[in-house]
């Protein structure tokens, strides 16, 4: 009787948050993967099954292969930057936890993760500003010629690089600092009685215990490169007037076929394709920490 | 003999002492290092709410400056009068909230009855839960927009609002922290008191899971304050634009202007830096528990 009348309250509870979720998650995903098989302009009624049709069309579409290797680019851009800078990071901060200063570096790092990203990318974008920007006047300080960052196909991409780093590296600051907390401390105590340097004791133990975070961090910042928006239509758009050099990203060309173009089962089998990477992603991650675990 | 012995004594203390201040030394020049990096991550702040306080001749000034030479309130009172920042803020204000409330609830009712309940299916349940966790907004985002477009609820909070009701995450994390902090014994103790199952879930579970609510509600917020493709789909009214949509799209129907653009950014960026800083600790935790996947 007890257990009956617990079972009712668990479906009751339950239930409504189901409904919720598969409402607002579940029927979305399935329909993007269906939609990628069909044919669907947002103002003819019926939707014909087409297959791969889509699929195929894709990887011949100059402006989704752009998009996919700008993309890419910038993913691996990221990560190149934000993974060695902010383990160096966390280990210059875990080292001095004791200092007064230890709460102003964690705020300040972390700071760029928090705070809006609309008003921070504004920021950059007068920063990078060939004319009036400070990046330029600090340059020409040195000596080098002003660069058009916004402009340039090369340096637009560095450029939302930079900003996407600045974005990332206090959240990857902030796990390592958590990875160095819960190293065994008999470990490094013993590295250092045995005589080992302090750059010794980092690449021969930090390093390798710190691994499955390294891959976990690796695995959210690549993920969010790949989602990168926001970032490309501040820096790199015709937005705010001011004109910039178009960056094309996959979420960018997906709702643009979608809202501009009313390709809608086009613009789904992008966002399979983007679905792919990520699970690919997933997936190799997985399968290192498994590896890892048998060894 | 005894000479020998005093030698070694002090090669020893000396050999410490220089240890020690090598050690100081270095920790001195990991500071200064770190203060410089510190100041440089929050550079583009600073310079974008010095921009907003700059008069329209300063912003032009090249090198430009640092600290407003001549500080004025212009922009500020332009950008208040002549756009709907306020407007868009409330909006964002709205938004974030009522999604903390919705997230923050289903999170602790699926969390708990996942964590604590056997029966037929839940496991599945479970599962497919963990595993659209890994699935990006972006991906489902345009077919969710028809259905939002269906309701009718497009340029409104509710449609806005349909994006963000539920986190996977949220869910397993409160999940975790039922099974790793409430103990069965607890819950079987108030049943055997008498209590409903209503009553132990609000006045036994509930107290137990304020710390890790309290930081998911954290996480939500932000989640909603800073999102951008969603609003940017669903809200094409300019009355319903969130604060990042209005910001981002600001040129449209007015001129450009790099200070009332600053001001703006400025008076956005404010509150929410200060509340970062105030509840710091809800932060780091919601956002280090994210970290704990696996």
Redesign the interface.
């Known amino acids: 009787m007890?257990h009956r009348?617990?079972?009712i309250?668990?479906?009751l509870?339950?239930t409504p948050?189901?409904l919720?979720?598969g409402?607002?998650?579940?029927?979305?995903?399935f329909?993007?993967l269906r939609?990628s098989l069909h044919q669907w302009n947002i103002l003819s009624k019926n939707k014909p099954f087409v297959g791969l049709d889509n699929f195929h069309e894709l990887f011949s579409d100059p402006l989704f292969l752009e998009a996919l290797f700008n993309t890419t680019v910038i993913a691996f851009g990221v990560l190149l930057v934000t993974i060695p800078l902010s383990l160096f990071?966390a280990v210059?901060?875990y080292?001095?936890t004791k200092?007064s200063?230890s709460g102003?570096?964690?705020?300040?790092?972390?700071?760029?993760?928090?705070?809006?990203?609309?008003?921070?990318a504004?920021?950059?974008k007068?920063?990078f500003d060939a004319?009036?920007?400070?990046l330029n006047?600090a340059l020409?300080?040195l000596g080098i010629a002003p660069q058009a960052w916004l402009f340039d196909p090369v340096l637009s991409i560095i450029c939302i690089i930079v900003l996407c780093s600045?974005q990332t590296?206090?959240?990857a600051v902030?796990?390592y600092l958590?990875g160095l907390k819960n190293l065994p401390s008999t470990l490094l105590e013993a590295a250092r009685l045995d005589g080992a340097s302090a750059v010794q004791t980092f690449w021969h133990i930090t390093v390798p215990m710190l691994k499955?975070?390294t891959l976990?961090?690796s695995v959210v910042t690549l993920?969010a490169g790949?989602?990168v928006?926001?970032q490309a239509?501040?820096l790199a758009s015709d937005?705010?007037?001011?004109p910039g050099r178009q960056v094309r990203t996959l979420?960018h060309d997906?709702?643009e076929n979608?809202?501009r173009n009313y390709r809608?089962g086009y613009?789904?089998s992008e966002?399979?394709i983007?679905?792919i990477i990520?699970?690919i992603l997933?997936l190799v991650q997985f399968k290192i920490?498994r590896e890892k675990n048998k060894t | 003999m005894k000479q020998l012995e005093k030698k070694k004594f002090f090669l020893n203390l000396g050999a410490i002492s220089d240890y020690a201040r090598m050690s100081k030394a270095s920790d001195w020049f990991i500071d200064f290092f770190l203060v410089l990096f510190s100041l440089s991550m929050v550079l583009p702040l600073i310079i974008l709410i010095s921009n907003a306080f700059k008069t329209p001749e300063e912003l032009l000034l090249w090198p430009p400056t640092l600290v407003p030479e001549n500080p004025t309130l212009d922009n500020i009172v332009r950008v208040l009068g002549e756009t709907p920042l306020l407007h868009w803020i409330w909006n964002s204000l709205s938004f974030a909230l009522l999604s903390t409330v919705s997230i923050v609830t289903t999170s602790a009712i699926a969390g708990y009855i996942l964590g604590k309940f056997r029966f037929f299916g839940i496991n599945i349940i479970f599962s497919v839960i963990l595993a659209t966790a890994i699935i990006p907004f972006e991906v489902y985002m345009i077919p969710l927009y028809f259905q939002v477009k269906s309701l009718g609820l497009l340029n409104s909070l509710w449609g806005l609002l349909v994006g963000y009701l539920v986190m996977s995450f949220g869910i397993f994390l409160i999940r975790q922290n039922v099974i790793q902090y409430i103990p069965d014994e607890l819950l079987e103790a108030a049943r055997i008191d008498g209590a409903g199952e209503f009553w132990v879930f609000f006045h036994v579970v509930l107290p137990l899971l304020r710390g890790p609510l309290a930081a998911l509600g954290v996480l939500a917020f932000f989640q909603a304050w800073t999102a951008f493709a969603w609003p940017l789909v669903v809200s094409t009214a300019k009355e319903s634009y969130t604060i990042e949509v209005g910001l981002a799209l600001f040129h449209t129907g007015f001129t450009v202007d790099l200070g009332l653009l600053s001001a703006a950014s400025a008076i956005v960026m404010v509150p929410s830096v200060t509340l970062f800083v105030v509840l710091r600790r809800q932060f780091v935790q919601g956002f280090a528990n994210t970290g704990l996947k696996e």
């Open positions: 007890a009348k617990r079972l309250f668990a479906i509870a339950l948050a189901l919720i979720y409402w607002v998650r579940l029927v979305p995903i329909e993007t939609l990071l210059l901060i080292n001095r200092s200063f102003f570096y964690e705020t300040s790092v972390f700071l760029p993760h928090v705070v809006s990203l609309v008003p921070a504004m920021a950059w007068w920063i004319r009036l920007g400070p006047a020409s300080w600045w590296l206090g959240y902030l796990i958590i499955p975070i976990y961090v993920v790949f989602n928006y926001a239509f501040i937005s705010q007037g001011a979420v997906m709702l979608s809202f809608v613009a789904a966002a399979v983007l679905l990520v699970l997933t920490l």
